[in-house]
């Protein structure tokens, strides 16, 4: 164990975490996304919601300044419902790394986005249109 490090990142993504250079995405998907057939590196956290996993991430890697949205998440189609969860991840990524703009991805453009990103984390959310992507900011 480590002080000051969340229990909830295993040793395999703090290891990723480490090796994600400036501009390298990750993405945290719900329980429904089909992270195992697209990621090029698989952690499973699936006892874990997505928000929590965010927050955890977000206490050790900065977001992307050099970039207009450096969060992504997964459009919902404009079906009128704007989901909850959302407004969860506004809240958290406001609390660690200030004001930053998210971007919405059309579904099918967020699955082929997610298959460059440097690993996918699955998760047990069962939250609908809860994938994230974070693009990786420099440390300084």
Known sequence: MLKN???????????ILMEMGHGDEIVIGDGNFPAASI?????????????????????????DTYVDAPV??????????????????????????GDKKFEL????AFYERAKKAYAVVATGETAIYANIILKKGVVK
């Open 105 to 108: 991805i059309e579904r099918f």
């Open 39 to 63: 990621a090029q590196r698989l952690v499973r956290l699936d006892g874990h919601g997505v928000n929590e996993i965010l927050d955890a991430i977000l206490k050790l890697m900065p977001l």
């Open 72 to 97: 992504g998440l997964m459009d919902n189609g404009g079906d009128g419902e704007r989901p909850p969860i959302w407004t969860d991840y506004e809240k958290t990524v406001k609390a660690n790394e």
């Open 5 to 15: 490090i969340s229990p909830i990142l295993s040793p395999e993504l703090l290891k």
